[in-house]
Nanobody
Framework: QVQLVESGGGLVQPGGSLRLSCAIS????????MAWYRQPPGKERELVAIIARGVPVKYADSVKGRFTFSGNDAKNMVFLQMNNLNPEDTAVYYCHADVRVPDMAGSLEVWGQGTLVTVSS
């Protein structure tokens, strides 16, 4: 069973920084796509950043220049470095992956449980 576990959320003041982590566990053959989404209070879930095989990272306009999506292939982990945070960044942040697993055609879509980021003074 493939699981994603996020960590690193918390309360931060405007202008501050946080780094979210997402650990992938389970048996996978390959990672086709990984992304960070967020869901602000009372709003729909939205894409923050996405990386697909062979394609550069894409960011939502609202986070360009402030957020950086990176990964550690050896540890099956990805990170979201968030700088210069503002109250509009307050949301539950979710890690998402499309992975190929043994004995399954196509890819498997997996979501993490989410981690809350609150930006407030």
């Amino acid at each position: 069973q493939v699981q994603l576990v996020e960590s690193g959320g918390g309360l931060v003041q405007p202008g501050g920084s946080l780094r979210l982590s997402c650990a992938i566990s389970g048996t996978i053959l390959s990672i086709e796509e990984m992304a960070w989404y967020r869901q602000p209070p009372g709003k729909e879930r939205e894409l923050v950043a996405i990386i697909a095989r062979g394609v550069p990272v894409k960011y939502a306009d609202s986070v360009k220049g402030r957020f950086t999506f990176s990964g550690n292939d050896a540890k099956n982990m990805v990170f979201l470095q968030m700088n210069n945070l503002n109250p509009e960044d307050t949301a539950v942040y979710y890690c998402h992956a499309d992975v190929r697993v043994p004995d399954m055609a196509g890819s498997l879509e997996v979501w993490g449980q989410g981690t809350l980021v609150t930006v407030s003074s």
